[in-house]
């Protein structure tokens, strides 16, 4: 009985060898649409039963009973655990003594087709690696083919939700999540932490991919940028191409009229996305300043309904015009050139206004991606999707002032831990002053809410003048306009103040080593 892994080895396939793993989910359906004589195919459990497959992986040994002799006709390779589940749980008994008692893995071993591997839920068998699937056999198939080297994997059948493909419609009743879940979900962030930690290229057949984010900034916001970018990627369970717009390489000229000219250096930005993608398929527009919770799949397949672009609107009955800091952009259906938009705005055909507010270089927008994808200054841990963090002046990588902002931290130390960001990065932006240097220090000492941190902490700040401080002022700018201004000290002046004041004046009274413990104790 061969190891999946040394049997890999000996087959030789091509370094762009492509893997599609088929599961029982609805878009099982769609396989007939695509060509996949072209992928290295691998079924999940009952799947093979409606599939020839070059590999079946199997992890319940029920499931072998059930397929009896279809399997053999069906699958050319059978792959399982080295201790098979029965009924969900790790069996006690190993393959090669299964084997012996068991006529259809008998003569799959006796013909050179039944592979073995190493899942994490039982005991390994030295000198190989060890696989890991937390929820659900996806992730077992998609982990191993990567560890194997696959870089690109597809799928079909792999959808959430708590259903089958009506392929399976008698198992619904002896399958279906019989493993005790609720739904198929949990699957997708040990999918997207396997694409983080890899590196692999994933994403279903039947989808658009990859992901396309395009994030308006300038070098000064990169830190910003990067997290951003990690919260994405550690949420995804499709593969993600974030792109900061300032380094693509496109020139924005100025309009000539002071009140037409770009309130922040990244004002336009957005407007070259079309030109970037060649003016194909469709993109995500967000700012810099946010940080996301949930799985960018599911904003990825928000259906256009003949729009050119999707924006956020305002919850309830808020008559707040669509707001187009997160937009997703049909760029096959945008002719936008950043020259001719200028032109437009020199030659009074257009106002700022009208280009920023209303964004009249559109003809089709639709207010129609969720509130929770572009959440103000607001956060619930069950509803948000995407935080913004809109007031610059508090935003947490310049300022200890944010309510939200050990949030922010928390991702921060959590893509240092994973080698997506150095402290030496960090080091550098401090040293640049973009942004505030007692980043390093709660870097350090992994203290993630500002409230605990002693007064020598705040006092590394003391110095330090946020970039946006020292940009050439244009009056119009929310950065400058002292209305404006007024409105984002009001907002931040609310309950979340209160309670930062009130904790730091317990903080200020409790004993610093008490202060550190409790601090220590939320990691």
């Not at 396989?31 to 079924?43: A, E, G, H």
Request: glycine share 4%.
């Amino acid at each position: 009985m061969q190891s999946f892994f040394d049997w890999f080895k000996q087959e030789n396939f091509p370094d762009n060898l492509s893997g599609l793993i088929l599961g029982k989910g609805p878009s099982f359906s769609k396989r007939r649409n695509f060509d996949i004589s072209k992928y290295l195919t691998m079924s999940l459990n009952h799947a093979v039963r409606e599939q020839p497959v070059k590999l079946a992986h199997i992890i319940d040994l029920d499931v072998i009973d059930h397929l009896g002799g279809i399997l053999e006709t069906n699958a050319e390779f059978v792959v399982m655990p080295w201790h098979p589940h029965v009924s969900n749980d790790p069996g006690q008994a190993n393959l090669e003594d299964i084997v012996n008692c068991h006529s259809i893995l008998q003569r799959l071993d006796k013909a050179n087709r039944l592979l073995w591997y190493n899942l994490g839920s039982a005991k390994a068998r030295e000198g190989y690696p060890v696989i890991q699937a937390r929820f659900f056999s996806a992730e077992a198939a998609i982990n191993l083919l990567a560890k194997a080297g696959v870089k690109t994997i597809r799928s079909l059948g792999i959808d959430g939700g708590s259903t089958y493909s009506s392929a399976f419609d008698d198992l619904k009743d002896k399958t279906l999540l019989a493993n005790g879940r609720q739904n198929f979900d949990a699957q997708f962030q040990e999918i997207a932490m396997t694409i983080l930690r890899t590196g692999i290229d994933y994403a279903p057949l039947d989808a658009e991919s990859p992901i396309r984010v395009f994030v308006a900034a300038t070098e000064a916001q990169m830190l910003a940028v990067k997290v951003l970018e990690f919260s994405i990627r550690k949420h995804t369970s499709m593969s993600v191409v974030v792109t900061p717009i300032h380094r693509a390489g496109l020139d924005i000229p100025l309009p000539r009229d002071p009140k037409n000219q770009p309130r922040t250096p990244f004002s336009f930005q957005r407007f070259l996305i079309p030109q970037l993608m060649n003016w194909k398929g469709r993109a995500i527009y967000l700012d810099s300043d946010m940080q996301v919770f949930r799985d960018m799949r599911h904003l990825w397949s928000y259906p256009m309904n003949g729009a050119q672009i999707l924006a956020a609107r305002e919850p309830g009955i808020s008559k707040r015009r669509p707001q187009f800091s997160v937009m997703m952009l049909d760029c096959a259906a945008l002719d936008w050139n950043i020259a001719d938009i200028v032109k437009a705005l020199d030659g009074n055909r257009l106002t700022y206004e009208q280009l920023m507010w209303k964004m009249e270089v559109a003809d089709r927008i639709r207010a129609d991606i969720e509130p929770s994808w572009n959440s103000l200054e607001r956060y619930d841990e069950k509803i948000t999707c995407l935080l913004h963090y809109t007031d610059m002046n508090t935003q947490p990588w310049v300022s200890l002032k944010n309510g939200l902002g050990h949030l922010w931290m928390r991702d921060l130390f959590e893509a240092i831990d994973a080698g997506f960001i150095t402290r030496e990065y960090v080091e550098e932006h401090v040293r640049q002053s973009w942004v505030r240097p007692s980043l390093l220090y709660q870097i350090d000492r992994r203290f993630e809410d500002t409230v605990l941190l002693p007064k020598l902490a705040r006092n590394i700040d003391k110095e330090f003048i946020a970039p946006y401080c020292t940009l050439p002022q244009n009056p119009s700018s929310p950065w400058q306009n002292p209305l404006a201004s007024g409105r984002a000290l009001f907002r931040r002046f609310g309950s979340s103040k209160i309670k930062m004041k009130i904790g730091r004046s317990i903080a200020a009274r409790l004993p610093r080593a008490l202060v550190r413990a409790i601090s220590a104790r939320r990691h």
